[in-house]
């Protein structure tokens, strides 16, 4: 992930300043752990911005509205009791070429701030601070003491220090090509290493995309550029100096994340060759630029957390699943292994009615006798215990029948108990097989569902957790079949239940795998119109691309009414039982999901 460096930082500043410059400060709610969010009225729009101190995605920007979810965080309460109604008044940073932006608050423009929130936007040490007009640390997001920092610790009621000053050069725009590339190439080495190293403000994304964008090898030695190649790389830092002066900036994603300069295409218009090489090129877009350099890092930065965040919960996800059906399947299978010595319960009962209808041909000391069976007259041989007499050992056969009788009844619950779990989870990990990549927020929202239900059923522990916007819109899976009629499908069991008991009509049709875990679908059919024996395919591949046997050639998938679809009471979400079923193949392979 591209951290934002100090390019990016000043672009996004100057906007907020051109647009956002006063405003006032309506709300502030905390998304998560390394963000909060500031909502601003100005005289023409209202919107909120975002102060991240993520360790990989520090950053400022405009935002999209946070969730209906209740803020429990303490930081932003802070923040919202002392800054509420006040007027910002300046977005600045606190020293050229640091990334450190002073948010100033005041009671209205033009009247000196009595707040300052500083965004210190610094990789891994990011950190939002507030602090009086008396530079006293009020808040931070996080605290950093003496035992964690002895250069620099941020504790509330202490004094604000800024971060250690850089002791790089300052790039200058007044700095003639000779001494600066007499400063490049002292000691030879990587072009772009030795740019990081001698100037401070620079980035590795933003050397990469500088070096190429002037057709060079960010990592060919500083000895092997010509004089022509070092006027190109001179013109393109002159170029990246004035962009920065006079706040002029072009945001668009490339290759390897995202550039907000429009860099000059090379003079032999060869972008990516070097000595006859193709090299692959970072300063090249790869989609049309961006309106606006917020709506670029809003886009990018919610993208890549999602991503990561997305992989973060699935994994925790499939491990509990596995862990928890491992557990099931061993309880299960001891159940089994127990209704099966019971299923001998009546061997016992009938051998003890045979010795005891036979007690004459018993003998002391016999450790077994071979009686012909009441019904077939076939020798049945019973062992017996030589220490007691025949009416002894038919009461001890007595009991055996009685004890594993008891078994049977009290363990026969208990297994259609857990096979009912196991169905219930097999449901969830067949909703969670299905996503299997993050494509866009909506799975991300579909994961958090299902997280929210393992929570709600007691299968997950979440000292952290917080509710899902329960006023957000569900959005299922939605495809047209071949006569035009919509066909929805539920992404986990909260969506399935809400499609099948909420959205469902008495002229729809109900589908779902015959006794597999899947997705419940819906065709929703028109009145005055009937669904051909195409579309009922369409809807029974669809079924069973979305189940647990979406890799199979040939899948049994049952469909009725909605009306005939029942959630037995006290069943876990997506659970149902139907009647009055068909039963067509669906094809999960010819499935255009």
């Known amino acids: 992930m591209q951290p934002v460096d100090l390019t990016t930082l000043t672009a996004a500043c100057s906007e907020l300043r051109a647009q956002w410059l006063p405003a006032r400060l309506e709300q502030v709610y905390q998304r998560d752990r390394f963000t909060v969010s500031l909502a601003l009225r ?78 210190e936007i610094i990789g891994k040490y990011s950190n939002v601070i507030l602090t009086a007009h008396d530079n006293l640390v009020v808040t931070c997001a996080h605290q950093v003491s003496a035992k964690q920092s002895s250069v620099r610790p941020i504790q509330t009621g202490q004094p604000y220090e800024m971060p250690p000053a850089l002791t790089d050069t300052a790039p200058s725009a007044i700095e003639p090509q000779n001494r600066w590339q007499e400063r490049i190439s002292l000691v030879p080495g990587q072009l772009h290493r030795n740019l990081l190293k001698n100037y401070r403000g620079l980035s590795k994304a933003l050397i990469w995309s500088m070096i190429r964008s002037a057709n060079l090898d960010p990592e060919q030695s500083t000895d092997s550029l010509s004089p022509h190649d070092w006027q190109q790389l001179f013109q393109r830092w002159q170029y990246w100096l004035q ?50 350099v917020q709506e670029l890092l809003n886009s990018y930065y919610t993208s890549e957390i999602n991503q990561e965040v997305f992989a973060q919960v699935r994994h925790q996800l499939s491990q509990k699943l596995i862990n928890l059906l491992a557990k099931l399947k061993l309880k299960a299978n001891t159940f089994k292994q127990k209704l099966q010595q019971s299923e001998v319960a009546d061997t016992h009962k009938s051998q003890a009615d045979l010795l005891m209808a036979n007690l004459q041909h018993w ?184 189940s647990r046997a979406r890799q199979s050639e040939q899948v049994p998938v049952v469909y009725t009414e909605p009306k005939y679809v029942y959630k037995p009471k006290g069943a876990k979400p997506g659970m149902v039982v139907y009647k009055q079923e068909r039963i067509v193949w669906g094809r999960p392979q010819q499935a255009t999901a």
Request: net charge negative; glycine share 4%; with cysteine.
């Open 42 to 119: 100005t005289m023409n729009k209202r919107g909120w911005i975002d102060l991240s101190w993520h360790p990989v995605a520090a950053r400022i920007c405009v935002g999209a509205p946070p969730p209906r979810i209740p803020d429990t965080f303490t930081f932003s309460q802070q923040l919202r009791h002392q800054l509420s109604g006040l007027a910002l008044v300046s977005i600045a940073p606190i020293s050229p070429w640091e990334r450190v932006v002073d948010l100033q608050f005041a009671q209205r423009p033009g009247e000196p701030a009595l707040w300052h929130l500083y965004a």
């Open 243 to 292: 962009s920065l002066e006079n706040s002029k900036f072009k945001p668009s994603l490339t290759a390897q994340g995202y550039t907000v300069i429009d860099w000059p295409a090379p003079e032999n218009h060869n972008v990516g060759a070097v000595d006859g090489a193709c090299v692959p090129s970072d300063a090249i877009p790869l989609s049309p630029s961006f309106p606006s």
């Open 363 to 546: 003998q002391p000391g016999m450790k077994t006798i071979s009686l012909p069976d009441f019904e077939t007259n076939q020798p049945v041989a019973i062992p017996l215990n030589p220490e007691k007499n025949a009416v002894q050992n038919a009461q001890a056969l007595y009991k055996k029948h009685q004890k594993l009788k008891r078994a049977r009844i009290a363990v026969e619950p208990l297994l259609a108990a857990v096979q009912e779990e196991i169905d219930y989870l097999e449901q969830v990990e067949a909703a969670l097989s299905v996503l299997e990549t993050y494509r866009n927020t909506q799975d991300l929202q579909t994961l958090a569902e299902i997280r929210e239900e393992l929570i709600q059923q007691k299968y997950l522990d979440a000292p952290d957790y917080r509710s899902t916007d329960k006023n957000a819109a569900i959005e299922f899976h939605r495809y047209q079949t071949p006569s035009g009629f919509e066909l929805l499908i539920g992404r986990n069991n909260r969506q399935n239940d809400q499609l099948t008991f909420r959205v469902a009509g008495d002229y729809d049709i109900w589908f779902h795998t015959l006794e597999i875990p899947g997705s419940h679908a819906l065709l929703r059919v028109t009145p005055g119109t009937v669904a051909e024996e195409a579309d009922l395919q369409f809807a029974a591949n669809m079924a069973a691309y979305y």
